[in-house]
């Protein structure tokens, strides 16, 4: 009788350990599938906000380049026309250095991971820094312009730069995510 009462218990024993087990493994399997769609979905986000900052970059750069050739631009008296120039050719460069490392984010993924940071660092140089400093050139090349395209290119301006933080938050946490 003790005999079978004993392997009743390790039997009962043996049941319980390895229904902890199942569910252990099941929260575990659980847990990485979690981390997983989380990771991806943090991809996804990161690179819809990289595509609407290329888009706007892409329009904003047209935009730029019909500045110097609108009525209201030729017609002024211009007496900082370089200032123009420089400010169309500034706007510009930057927004070409901006798609440029935008395009180079676009790929994220583990490998990519090491290069995130120096994309970062050009797109906050060539957006933050380059094009809030041209645009105050800009300001005095079109001081005497219809206003109504200062506050084009000023909105342009703040957008491609909140489009860009954006760009610089997402990816920043995505990198996070994937080095831990």
Same mark, same amino acid.
């Given at each position: 009788?003790a ?7 390790l ?9 902890i087990?199942v ?6 399997t ?22 609407l ?9 047209k935009?730029i380049?019909?500045?110097p ?9 211009m007496p900082?026309e ?9 706007l510009?460069d ?5 798609h440029?490392?935008l395009?180079r984010m676009?790929? #994220?993924?583990k490998?990519?991971?090491p290069?995130?940071d120096s994309d970062?660092?050009?797109l906050?140089?060539?957006v933050l ?5 041209f645009?105050n ?18 909105r342009k ?7 860009? =933080?954006?760009v610089?938050?997402?990816? =920043?946490? #995505?990198?996070?995510?994937l080095?831990?």
């Amino acid at each position: 009788m003790a005999t079978k009462t004993m392997n009743m218990f390790l039997v009962l024993v043996m049941s319980t350990i390895l229904a902890i087990c199942v569910v252990s493994a099941h929260e575990k399997t659980y847990s990485m599938r979690s981390a997983h769609v989380k990771t991806y979905s943090m991809r996804l986000a990161a690179r819809d906000a990289i595509t609407l900052a290329i888009s706007e970059i892409s329009n904003t750069q047209k935009f730029i380049n019909t500045i110097p050739r609108l009525k209201t631009v030729e017609t002024a008296a211009m007496p900082d026309e370089t200032a123009l120039v420089s400010c169309a050719v500034g706007l510009i460069d930057s927004m070409s250095n901006a798609h440029s490392a935008l395009q180079r984010m676009r790929h #994220l993924n583990k490998a990519t991971v090491p290069f995130i940071d120096s994309d970062v660092d050009a797109l906050k140089s060539a957006v933050l820094s380059r094009i809030a400093s041209f645009n105050n050139v800009c300001q005095v090349g079109l001081k005497d312009v219809d206003k109504t395209i200062v506050v084009m290119l000023n909105r342009k301006l703040e957008d491609v730069m909140m489009l860009a =933080s954006n760009v610089i938050k997402h990816v =920043s946490d #995505l990198k996070i995510k994937l080095s831990n």
